[in-house]
């Protein structure tokens, strides 16, 4: 029987339409590693319906070129730091010749064959638009993307009907330059894991300019690999031997700065503990900043803040979308590893408090401030702070006697910090109202902003140079310039200035990360959020819809994790 006439055939015959309804109505394939599929359920319906659930890829012209198309495409999903083996790649190659030889009248059999490539290809572009977990799973305090802006089973049934399916991913991958930029970066470095010679360095005492080692060549030829050296095929006499020179210390420098660590040329535990860890997990890290990506929704192109949490580092910019737009960065302060994290978190700036006061919270009051006021009646004097019935202006404070000491242990009472040199947040506030209560500010501790690591706070985020993020944001606002702006930084009284448009603040976690000068950073993982995603990623187990595929686990995790 002709190719077409067995298309016409199967396509007019209602047996494929029934068995496909049924796969359907099942939720649940024979074939899949990943056997459940409610998540995908609509889906699938979508896509089948604009065919009258008749067959997709199988009994036409064009199945073979189609099918080996859609094949090419998951087999390639290390590309996108997914995982082949979570689509089952495999198995549908293997299932492939018998599936291209099943008579028209095969029904059972074809309509198997046909959905289980669906059910992958609807998998693969899903995790690779909307990520693979849901980020408010793992407590990143994220809007999603909304699902009515695209629609990826239209997306399949065209690309499926122009035989377009290898550019499937551009249409459906996140545009933002962070993410393209990590997507290069990924393919290099899972290539340098693989053919990179292996390198640990091993030093007793801190390697100092001018010293001698006997891994320095090794020391070379690695930051030449990660390209923080270039190579210099004429190398000196000098450099044959083992003698830590000049020019292998810019090398360790700037492997420094692009990790996070003081850029002093000394090799230290914290720089060696970088330099050993193996570039297969710098592909993890890079694979889960990917992951961490797809979950943003479409990020506003005009001015916006981001604080990368464990790069300790803020970027104010004109617009994302743009490579030669004005930005601004600094070192930032963020709360606490162990105590009080930082969290992730989408807000928007809506004013500003020059000579703030500070609100104490009641946890502070009751953990840190309680105890040294038992012991020292004095001590809010002492810290420029004063009790109050509650957070307002003009509020007049209340003396400190027994009964007001009871009502603050009660909770009935609470403390805040009066402007002045003393104040915890310094001479100016950037508040963007979010659940946490917790927004940018200056600080007076400014000496913390010289340490390599700088996880302080109780979980606001200091900035290193308020003034400069103070013009950033009020630039477009009438009667502020550098100069109104000093002035109101030096002024005792308390103002506030309402934004004419506010501004989007995203508090962002991930280790992997390109800087505004193309460098390609990583960062250790202070708070634990690249090990918790691991863990979730690997888990067979139900995290209540979250999806658990990851390019990283080779064990695919339950359907019903998936978001």
């Known amino acids: 029987m002709p190719a077409l006439l067995a298309e016409e055939t199967i396509n007019q015959e209602p047996g494929a339409a029934q068995e496909i309804s049924a796969i359907i109505a099942a939720k649940q394939h024979p074939y899949l590693m990943l056997s459940n599929f409610p998540n995908r359920i609509d889906d699938l319906e979508s896509l089948y319906k604009m065919s009258n659930h008749q067959l997709l890829w199988l009994g036409n012209n064009n199945s073979a070129k189609n099918i080996n198309a859609a094949l090419d495409l998951l087999s390639n999903a290390a590309v996108h730091g997914l995982n082949s083996k979570n689509y089952d790649t495999e198995t549908l190659r293997q299932k492939l010749e018998l599936a291209l030889k099943l008579k028209p009248d095969s029904y059972k059999e074809l309509a198997l064959y046909d959905t289980a490539l669906s059910i992958s290809i609807l998998r693969f572009v899903h995790d690779l638009h909307y990520g693979r977990v849901n980020p408010q799973g793992i407590n990143f305090n994220l809007k999603l993307r909304e699902k009515k ?244 202006d003009g509020e007049k404070p209340t003396a400190l006697n027994n009964e007001a000491m009871n009502m603050l242990k009660e909770g009935k009472l609470r403390i805040r910090q009066r402007p002045g040199g003393k104040n915890a947040l310094g001479r100016v506030k950037f508040i963007f109202p979010n659940k946490n209560d917790v927004y940018l500010h200056d600080t007076p501790a400014n000496a913390l902003f010289s340490k390599s690591r700088r996880d302080f706070s109780h979980g606001c985020v200091r900035v290193a140079n308020p003034q400069k993020l103070a013009e950033f944001a009020l630039k477009d606002q009438d009667n502020w310039n550098p100069e109104t702006i000093q002035l109101a930084m030096n002024t005792p009284k308390t103002q506030r200035v309402i934004l004419k448009k506010p501004i989007p603040v995203l508090f962002f976690y991930i280790t992997a990360f390109f800087d505004q000068n193309d460098n390609l950073e990583f960062y250790p993982d202070i708070y634990g959020h690249d090990a918790v995603l691991i863990g979730a990623l690997s888990r067979p187990d139900d995290l209540s819809d979250q999806s658990l595929f990851v390019g990283i686990s080779a064990a695919p995790a339950p359907e019903t994790l998936i978001k």
Request: proline share 7%; glycine share 4%.
């Open 149 to 392: 802006l695209i629609d990826l089973p239209l997306l399949v049934k065209n690309s499926l009907t122009q035989s377009t399916l290898a550019e499937l991913p551009l249409s459906i991958e996140p545009k933002l330059k962070q993410y393209q930029k990590l997507k290069q970066a990924l393919a290099n470095y899972r290539q340098l894991a693989v053919n990179a010679p292996p390198f640990k360095l091993l030093i007793q005492k801190t390697l100092r300019p001018g010293e001698s080692h006997p891994q320095i060549a090794e020391l070379r030829r690695f930051l030449i690999t990660v390209g923080d050296l270039p190579e210099d095929k004429t190398v000196s006499s000098a450099e044959r031997f083992p003698l830590y020179t000049d020019a292998i210390v810019t090398g360790v420098k700037k492997f420094q700065n692009r990790h996070g660590l003081t850029a002093d040329g000394h090799i230290g535990k914290s720089s060696v503990a970088a330099l050993n860890v193996p570039l297969s997990e710098r592909v993890t890290q890079i694979e889960l900043a990917m992951e961490r990506l797809r979950w943003l929704p479409e990020l506003n192109t005009g001015p916006s803040v981001l604080v990368n949490i464990p790069a300790f580092q803020l970027w104010a910019t004109d617009a994302t979308d743009q490579d030669d737009a004005n930005i601004i960065n600094m070192r930032v302060v963020v709360g606490n590893a162990l105590k009080t994290q930082t969290p992730v978190l989408m807000a928007e700036m809506h004013f500003i408090d020059f000579m703030p006061y500070w609100n104490v919270p009641y946890s502070i009051i009751k953990k840190e401030i309680l105890p040294k006021l038992i012991q020292n009646s004095g001590y809010l004097d002492k810290e420029n702070m004063e009790l109050v019935s509650v957070f307002r």
